[in-house]
């Protein structure tokens, strides 16, 4: 038992000494003093410490030999408490007021890095994943060679992916409203049209093709005569296009009954 209160008398006084030092630090005029045990507390992975003394030391060193490294520290500071977007918009003025500094490549791979991170859900609006697209983007035109640019691109291929998926539920939704208030099913063509225009690659064009091809066949059985032919005809379009590219799909045999409905009508008419 006495070993244990020991100890936790150690553990508390441990406690209070860290945060003495750091209390002296913080009320320091020293910028320097101040400065080394910034870096102190950021070696030892205590980012909050660290961020909250070198919010002060950047302003104190803009002009001297440790204004580049104090400033991307502070950017490090807060990627390390996960706090991406204050961390993104320090490592941008890093390597904006030091195009070539030391740290420049890390700041522009870790700011569009930071914001792949911060990427939000799926049904949340994607403006932050948008500007994570444009970051890493932009890390490798400047860094092709870079160790990180294959990281970086296959983190931007996976978001393009998350936005073409965003773009799957509002087309399956169209569909699935059909012509409740209106023609959903043109809206769902639409949203297919400019998601396959967007993001051709997309791991979903099948299914994107596969929903215009349904929803132009829905389209055509609710169509009033003097539309119907032509609507069949977009049917019969439409299969050919998802045939021409996925001739053994996981809807092939949904899409030949349409394809053959189709064409019945079309000869009917005739």
Known sequence: MKKIVYAVLFSVALLLAGCGEYNKALKSTDSEFKYSYAKKYFNKKQFSKASTLLEEVVVAFKGTANAEESLYLLAQSYYGQKDYMTASQYFSTYYTTYPKGEYA?????????????DSPDLRLDQKQTYKAIEELQLFIEYYPQSEYAQTAQDKMFELQEKLAQKELLSTRLYYNLGSYLGNNYLACIITAENALKNYPYSKWREEFIYLMLQSRYEMALVSVDAKLQGRYRDVVDEYYNYMNEFPEGKYVKQAKRMFEYASKRISDIY
Do not use: P, V
């Not at 490549?105 to 991170?117: P, T």
């Open 105 to 117: 490549e890390l700041a522009r791979y870790y700011s569009a890095y930071g914001l792949y991170l």
